[in-house]
Structure formats: C-alpha cells, structure tokens
C-alpha cells in the first residue's frame, strides 16, 4: 500500500531517523517539513517499509529517500508522488544516497543519470577557528538583491531565497559584495554551511576561509552540529575546509535519476 504520511507518522519517525546517516531526509522531517510531502510504502500487515519525500520550491526535483526494509520499493512511490505533484515525464530527478543506502537500492536505480560523489564534513571543535578581524560582516534585508545575484553568478543549484531568513555574511570591496555565504540549515539541531562563494576577480584573496570560518563559528553559538557538503572532485575547497578544521565523516552520491512516462490524463 502507498500513502502519504500523517503528522502524527513523521513525528513519530523523527526519533528513529539518524541526522549522521539520513541528514538530508532528517532535515525534510525538521526544517523543511512545511515545503515536503511523504509518501510511504507499507506492507498488508501496516508495516512502514520504506518512505519516499519531495521537496517543492528547488530549482531542480529533490528527492529524499529512507528505505526501512529489503522489501521496500521505491519505483511505485516515484511515479505516485510524480503524479500527484504533476511533476512531467521524462524530467530529471535528485536525490543524496549515502553508501549503505546506495548498495541497498542499487537493484532499484533503473534509470540513473549519473552519481557524483560527495563528502559531509564537520566540524568538531570552534575553538580552533582563526579569529575574526572584523573583514567578514553580517548582511542584511537591503543586500538580498546582490546576494541573489551572486548566488545565480556562482551557480549555486541548491540556493533558494527561502534560505535568506538564516544569517548571511559577505565581504565588502569598495561597497561591492564580493564574496559571500549562508546556510541550507539553520537550527538547534543542525546547521549547514552553503552557498559560499568568491567572485572570480577577487580569488586567491583568502575571502573563502574568511566567510567558511565566520559561518561556523555563527553556526557553533546555536548547535554543536556544523556540517557542510562538498563534491569530491573540488579539491581547492576540500582543502580550504579541511585547513579550518573540517573532517570528512560520511561518502555520498548526488544521484540523478530520469522520472518515467506517465500516461497523459484525461
């Protein structure tokens, strides 16, 4: 049987459901909650098997996925949660899997576009950030207009302007933003670090660990739980974060997926 899931049901999977092994569908039962829906698969006998999420409001179709059993089937969720978001044939879908999970589905990924591999890294310990001489500044409602900007400069695909009511930082040249950064999440329960970036004039200037360095530091005063996601083949930024502290904890795969035909309706 597939349905989506009541309050009662995600609140209820909320204690189950590890951040350090499903951060990403974690944060669609906490912080993104108000912009996902959920569909489950359940057995005859009620049992909650597996539960297939998406996200509105992405520039891209986001998925998140929490296989629950080996009996778990995923394709049937597709097509029913692409049906009731209208969502069109053929399109792209996204979703993260992390190794566990990956291995789990593989039998399932019929029409996978491509994996990109991508690392969490955390930071553990604030104390050892560079202190601040005051370069790196808060930015505020009147800046949202050039942080949007940046942000389609620096092709920042996971960026919605929704993440703006979370604290953003930028660096000032001659009252021009040239670099800057923000969260995906921010709450007391977990932060993540994104959309920092450096206009293409300005790099080499040290501005990237300036801002990655300020944001975690912010991010430290509400929650122990700093993390950030970064591909693995961007080494320069693999070894920004990691000279501020960062350590990889966790192997995940960007998987792009093709939704499948659906009949038109009538």
Same mark, same amino acid.
């Given at each position: 049987?597939?349905?989506?899931?009541?309050?009662?049901?995600?609140?209820?999977?909320?204690?189950?459901?590890?951040?350090?092994?499903?951060?990403?569908?974690?944060?669609?039962?906490?912080?993104?909650?108000?912009?996902?829906?959920?569909?489950?698969?359940?057995?005859?006998?009620?049992?909650?098997?597996?539960?297939?999420?998406?996200?509105?409001?992405?520039?891209?179709?986001?998925?998140?996925?929490?296989?629950?059993?080996?009996?778990?089937?995923?394709?049937?969720?597709?097509?029913? %949660?692409?049906?009731? =978001?209208?969502?069109?044939?053929?399109?792209? &879908?996204?979703? !993260?899997?992390? /190794?566990?999970? $990956?291995?789990?589905?593989?039998?399932?990924?019929?029409?996978?576009?491509?994996?990109?591999?991508?690392?969490?890294?955390?930071?553990?310990?604030?104390?050892?950030?560079?202190?601040?001489?005051?370069?790196?500044?808060?930015?505020?409602?009147?800046?949202?207009?050039?942080?949007?900007?940046?942000?389609?400069?620096?092709?920042?695909?996971?960026?919605?302007?929704?993440?703006?009511?979370?604290?953003?930082?930028?660096?000032?040249?001659?009252?021009?933003?040239?670099?800057?950064?923000?969260?995906?999440?921010?709450?007391?329960?977990?932060?993540?670090?994104?959309? %920092?970036?450096?206009? =293409?004039?300005?790099?080499?200037?040290?501005? &990237?660990?300036? !801002?990655?360095? /300020?944001?975690? $530091?912010?991010?430290?005063?509400?929650?122990?739980?700093?993390?950030?996601?970064?591909?693995?083949?961007?080494?320069?930024?693999?070894?920004?974060?990691?000279?501020?502290?960062?350590?990889?904890?966790?192997?995940?795969?960007?998987?792009?997926?093709?939704?499948?035909?659906?009949?038109?309706?009538?």
């Amino acid at each position: 049987m597939l349905r989506s899931l009541t309050t009662t049901e995600l609140d209820a999977l909320l204690g189950h459901v590890s951040k350090d092994e499903h951060f990403l569908y974690y944060t669609y039962l906490t912080t993104r909650r108000s912009r996902s829906v959920h569909y489950g698969h359940f057995s005859e006998e009620g049992e909650l098997l597996g539960v297939l999420a998406y996200l509105r409001g992405m520039p891209f179709h986001a998925f998140s996925v929490l296989p629950l059993s080996d009996r778990f089937a995923m394709d049937s969720l597709v097509k029913r %949660i692409q049906a009731d =978001a209208m969502l069109p044939s053929g399109a792209e &879908g996204s979703f !993260i899997l992390s /190794e566990e999970v $990956r291995r789990r589905l593989e039998p399932q990924l019929h029409s996978v576009i491509h994996y990109r591999p991508l690392m969490t890294m955390m930071h553990p310990d604030p104390r050892s950030l560079p202190t601040s001489n005051g370069q790196v500044v808060p930015l505020k409602p009147e800046h949202k207009e050039s942080i949007v900007e940046r942000m389609r400069e620096f092709q920042s695909i996971a960026f919605t302007e929704e993440e703006l009511q979370y604290p953003c930082v930028g660096i000032f040249e001659d009252d021009e933003l040239v670099a800057v950064g923000g969260y995906h999440v921010y709450s007391a329960e977990a932060a993540e670090l994104g959309n %920092i970036g450096t206009i =293409a004039s300005r790099r080499g200037r040290g501005y &990237g660990a300036k !801002i990655t360095a /300020e944001l975690a $530091r912010t991010a430290a005063r509400l929650t122990s739980y700093v993390l950030l996601e970064v591909f693995n083949d961007n080494e320069p930024a693999i070894r920004l974060y990691r000279s501020l502290g960062f350590e990889q904890v966790n192997q995940l795969y960007m998987t792009s997926f093709r939704l499948p035909v659906l009949a038109e309706r009538a």
